[in-house]
């Protein structure tokens, strides 16, 4: 089993920035893709960015240009740097990763951590 510890939500006004960090530990083999996903009050699940093991990323339009994902392989550590934060952002962060078994995966998903940006 794989755990992931997030940390780094909070509130910040309109304008701001916020760095959130997900690490994982426990019995990992391989981690690859890592990525982070924000869920609204009524609304589903959604990317907002991922980066693979070789440091190819993918962004939401909405949050291109604001928010860069980053990782360090050597600590299992996955990090979304966000800034410009929008009331818009508002959401609980999840972090995912994806454990590759020789030719199997398994996808882990952190607690989630509030971001609050009020209008």
């Known amino acids: 089993q794989v755990q992931l510890v997030e940390s780094g939500g909070g509130l910040v006004q309109p304008g701001g920035s916020l760095r959130l960090s997900c690490a994982a530990s426990?019995?990992?083999?391989?981690?690859?893709?890592m990525g982070w996903y924000r869920q609204a009050p009524g609304k589903q699940r959604e990317l907002v960015a991922s980066?693979?093991?070789?440091?190819?990323?993918n962004y939401a339009d909405s949050v291109k240009g604001r928010f860069t994902i980053s990782r360090d392989n050597a600590k299992n550590t996955v990090y979304l740097q966000m800034n410009s934060l929008k009331p818009g952002d508002t959401a609980v962060y999840y972090c995912?990763?994806?454990?590759?078994?020789?030719?199997?995966?398994?996808?882990?998903w952190g607690q989630g951590t509030q971001v609050t940006v009020p209008s």
């Open positions: 426990g019995r990992i083999f391989s981690i690859n893709a």
């Open positions: 980066i693979t093991r070789g440091g190819s990323t």
């Open positions: 995912k990763v994806t454990d590759e078994v020789l030719l199997d995966s398994r996808d882990y």
